[in-house]
């Protein structure tokens, strides 16, 4: 019988400090509390209802779904959690459900451990 290895799948996520301090300085440190707040909470609904399209397999709103969650996290500066919500628009496009899966995957990963970043970042900031 043969070895089974467990692959280690912990993200890191990328920011774009350079985007999070633009919205910091143009709004104020308890405006962009409430924005990034506001918005990891959107992202959270999003990806929920992304991953329960996933299981449906309804690829329409999965492409709807990601495009939303790549606006939204690409805007307050989640460079790679836009990235692979776009990777996902792609498979659901393409109808290339086997890829959808592991992607889609991926993007819950990533989603979890920058949405999480951010906000132990903004906890961090001075109110």
Known sequence: MGEVVRLATAELPVLD????????????????????????????????????AVALRDLASVARHAQRIRLLSGQIGLEDFAMVS??????????????????SARLSRVGETSLF??????????A
């Open 17 to 52: 400090h350079g985007t999070m301090d633009e919205m910091r300085l143009s709004m104020g440190d308890l405006r962009f509390l409430e924005v990034i707040e506001e918005a990891s909470f959107q992202l959270v609904e999003k990806l929920c209802q992304l991953e329960r």
């Open 86 to 103: 776009r990777d996902v628009q792609s498979c659901a496009e393409l109808g290339d459900v086997t890829a959808l899966d592991a992607v």
């Open 117 to 126: 970043t951010i906000l132990r970042m903004s906890d961090t900031c001075p």
